[in-house]
């Protein structure tokens, strides 16, 4: 699932905690896949297109994680793509969600945590010196915070989201390394 957005894994695993491969009824039918009769799927937000061009709005759109499917047998460790620490799969993810985070992200040296989100500046500071993997939990579990705080504005208290924003970025860490 790394190829969502940070608010689409949220959305993803706050509508099924145990989804691990979650594609759209085009993509399941492209490798000889098909959602089950009476499948729920998984609602997720998507751009929208028209004439392949993006339109700059965004729509709802399902998605069907594997145990909602039938037909042809799949290695499912072949679809799930792990990202290791210094790949450029793993340098790319994190340019993605740098790119479309909601709040600006700036590293630095001289924080005394590895990452932290900063309300009254609205601003995820990263420290310069960690790992492509630190670097990326960094990210998803201070983008939670932002989230958090985007959704509940002047009564935002980063205490009250520490367990959302930690069981998503669990959430999200056990389905990209294991």
Known sequence: MY???H???ERILSQNPSASVALSKTKWREI???P????KGIMIIMPEYKDSNRTGNFIDAQVYDISETYGKDIDKSSLNFKLKNGTPEIKSE???MKSTSTVPIETKS???TDAYYNYEDRTIYIRDDLSDTDTYKALVLEQS???AHSQHGDNYIRGNNRLTAESTAY???LKIWY
């Open 3 to 5: 190829n969502y957005s």
């Open 7 to 9: 608010n689409n894994k």
């Open 32 to 34: 000889g896949r098909f």
């Open 36 to 39: 089950k009769q009476g499948a």
């Open 94 to 96: 994190i340019d993605r």
């Open 110 to 112: 001289d924080i005394d």
């Open 145 to 147: 915070y932002a989230n």
């Open 171 to 173: 959430m999200i860490a």
